[in-house]
C-alpha cells in the first residue's frame, strides 16, 4: 500500500522523508517515473512505499510553488524576522521581502524580534510600525526569544503549514527556530564554514513543531531587488492598503496621475508615507510627497 510523506530534508544528494503516521525519517529513493523527470525539493509531497530503511518515491505531487533561495517547495507563510535595534530597522528591505515572497505565493507575516531590548520611546515606535503593518493587512507578531514573549502565537497563526523564516541577518531566525522547534541546527549536516568562519546554512532543513507545521530556516541577507521578480507595474498590487482609496484611472500608478486617492490619503495621513515611500523606491520613481509631520 503506498504511504503519503513530506520531504524535511534536501541536503546534497540525500533526501529526507517523513512518512504520515509515522514520527521517523527514512532516506527517500526517486524509482521510476520520478527519478527520470522529477527534482524534488524539501517541502514536495511524496507518495511510495518504505522498504527497511528506505522510502521509495513513486510520485510527487502537484506544487502549489517553489521559492529559488531557499529551494523549498509547498511554501504556506513566510515569517518575515525583523528587529528594531540589534540589527537597526531597514523597513525598505521588510517592504520588499513582503512584496517577493507574496509575489512568490506565500502569505507573509511580520516578527518584530528581541522586543525585550525596547524601552519607553522604542515602543512606541514599535507600537507605530506594528499598527503600519497590521493596516497592510499582514500578521504582526511582537516575539522575545529572551522573554519566550510571542512564541506561542507563532505556532497559532501558522497551524498545519509549511513556514520559512526569512529576514536580515542576526535578526533572530535560528534562534526563533530553536525556541519553536527545540532544534539546534546541526552545522555539519546543513551548514558550511564561510571565509569569515561563520557557519551559513545550505541545506534545507524542515523541522516539525507545534500543531502540524515544518519549519525551514535561511541564512540572513541584506538586500532584495524587487524589480528582479516582480513586474514594475505589479508592485502595487502588492501594497494591499492602497486598494482601499480610489483613483481616476484604474491602472493609477500613485505617481504622476491627476486625482490620485492614494496620494490624496497619503496627504491627509490615512496611509503610511513610510511604506508608500519603499513603493516608490521599489519601482524607482521619485515625486514630491506631502506627508503630514
Ligand atoms: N536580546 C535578544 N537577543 C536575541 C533574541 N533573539 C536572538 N538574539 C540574539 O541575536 C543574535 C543573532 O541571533 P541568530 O538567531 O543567530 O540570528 P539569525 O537571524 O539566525 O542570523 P543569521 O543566521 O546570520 O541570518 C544571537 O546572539 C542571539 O542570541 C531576542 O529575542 N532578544
Ligand atoms: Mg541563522
Ligand atoms: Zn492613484
Redesign the pocket.
Known sequence: MNRIGIVVERIAQFIGVMVEGDDKVYRGVPKGKVLKKTKIYAGDRVAGKIVGDVFSIEEVFERKNVLVRPPVANVDRTLC?VTLK?PEFDNYLLDSLLVVYEHAGTSPAVIF??V??LEGEELQELQAWVKTYEEAGYPVIK????TGEGIEDIKDLVEGEICILA?P???????ILKALTGAELRTSEVSEKTERGRHTTTGVKLIPFGKGSFLG?T??FSKVEVLNFVRKKDVKNYFAEFSRFTCRYPDCTHTKEPDCGVKEALKEGKLSCDRFKSYLKMIKEYIELECPQ
Open positions: 524576522v540589534k524580534n528581541k525585550d531590548l516575539v522575545s526569544t529572551v529576514g541577518s542576526g535578526v533572530g531566525k535560528s534562534s530556516d541564512p540572513g
